[in-house]
């Protein structure tokens, strides 16, 4: 079998959603559940590209840079020298594995944004080999991505049972409560590309869909020496400015845009009070952003900026508490030597029980 048997499940509402799921756990197959249609994701690029022009100052969801092109750009980026989160990330990973798997036991192992999953392998490694069998669910909205890690994963680890899932993490979190005992897996610090409002209502949504015990790993990226983050999104060989361009070749092919894209800058600055880097796209000429599929058109001024992408830096001393009030416990924290990135393993808790 070379690819995952897909099964479409975009007209399903969320209880019929958590019912296939479930079954496809049990069902000890190889299964990539598409809880989203590729019609859907035109308009939903559509929708929100049109809100974010609309928006002032304009702002566009960062989600939408990882089509198939973004997804191979970004994996290029993750290679650059500059850009240290990935490997950072991946030495205190493949050092921490084993142990994380004896803190955790057996899990169902949920990783949201899975890419290309070459950090989980550490973990699969690890949780493969126990002897026992385990699950691993990548979610992810590229499908393409999600049918290569399928691949390797299947001939890499035998013992692994893959459950893909096709979605955004929206349509994904709610189903985890069927999963447990899990532990959900969210690393590259993503989660800095959320606002901190957003950032919220992920870790709310988290804490709801697991159940009291279950895990959660979290990847994030620590404030350090401007120099060091502001290199890390300005790479000299230029990879990170064609994703950032990317986003708007994806409107020429998607939305029948018609930007001329040499006049797109990539600009990635970071802001001390606000603990982020911003990248914006500029427009070195006037032009003109079509969205065919709504029938309206953006105009955008010579030398304005929009907003493609935050990516927050963490304090730990700031982030463990704010994960603490979401009922969030420290099992433990992984770092590398530097302290430029940490692996945070939470558990979520359980109730007070009197006996
Ligand atoms: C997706 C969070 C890992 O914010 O560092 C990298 C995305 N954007 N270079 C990040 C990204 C530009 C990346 N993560």
């Known amino acids: 079998m070379d690819h995952l048997a897909v099964k479409n499940c975009s007209s399903l509402k969320t209880e019929e959603l958590r019912s296939r799921f479930q079954s496809s756990l ?39 840079l990882y089509d198939h092109q973004g997804s191979a750009l970004y994996e290029q980026i993750t290679r650059q020298p500059e850009y240290y ?20 036991g057996p899990v169902t192992l949920l990783e949201l944004g899975s890419g290309s999953s070459t950090k989980t392998a550490h973990l699969l490694r690890a949780y493969g080999d126990s002897g026992a069998s385990a699950c691993y669910v990548p979610i992810d909205v590229s499908l393409s991505a999600l049918q290569a890690a399928g691949r390797s994963i299947r001939s890499g680890h035998d013992n692994i049972q893959v459950v893909g899932l096709h979605s955004t993490y929206d349509q994904a979190i709610p189903l985890f409560a069927v999963a447990s005992p899990a532990m959900a897996i969210f690393l590259g610090s993503t989660v800095g590309n959320l606002t901190a409002v957003e950032a919220g209502r992920f870790y709310r949504s988290m804490a709801e869909a697991l159940q009291p015990g279950d895990y959660f790993l979290l990847g994030v990226d620590l404030v350090k020496d401007i120099r060091i983050i502001e290199a890390a999104y300005n790479d000299g060989a230029g990879v990170t400015a064609e994703f950032t361009r990317n ?61 493609v992408e935050i990516s927050r830096k963490f304090k730990l001393d700031q982030l463990i508490p704010e994960l603490e009030t979401y009922g969030f416990g420290i099992k433990r924290v992984f770092t590398d030597p530097k302290q430029w990135f940490t692996l945070l393993l939470l558990q979520r808790g359980r109730p007070i029980t009197f006996s």
């Open 85 to 104: 989160p990935t490997r950072t990330e991946d030495a205190i990973l493949a050092e921490a594995a084993e142990e994380i798997r004896q803190l955790t």
């Open 247 to 307: 986003l708007f070749a994806r409107m020429n092919r998607e939305l029948g845009s018609a930007i001329e894209l040499d006049s797109v800058e990539h600009l990635a600055r970071y802001s001390e009070a606000r603990q982020q880097i911003e990248i914006h796209a500029r427009f070195n000429h006037p032009g003109r952003i079509e969205i065919a599929p709504l029938r309206k058109s953006f105009e955008v001024g010579a030398g304005e900026e929009i907003l």
């Open 26 to 64: 049990a069902a000890n197959c190889h299964t990539l559940l598409q809880t989203h249609a590729e019609v859907d994701s035109i308009m939903d690029f559509a929708r929100s590209t049109a809100r974010g022009l609309a928006a002032s100052p304009r702002r566009l969801d960062c989600q939408f």
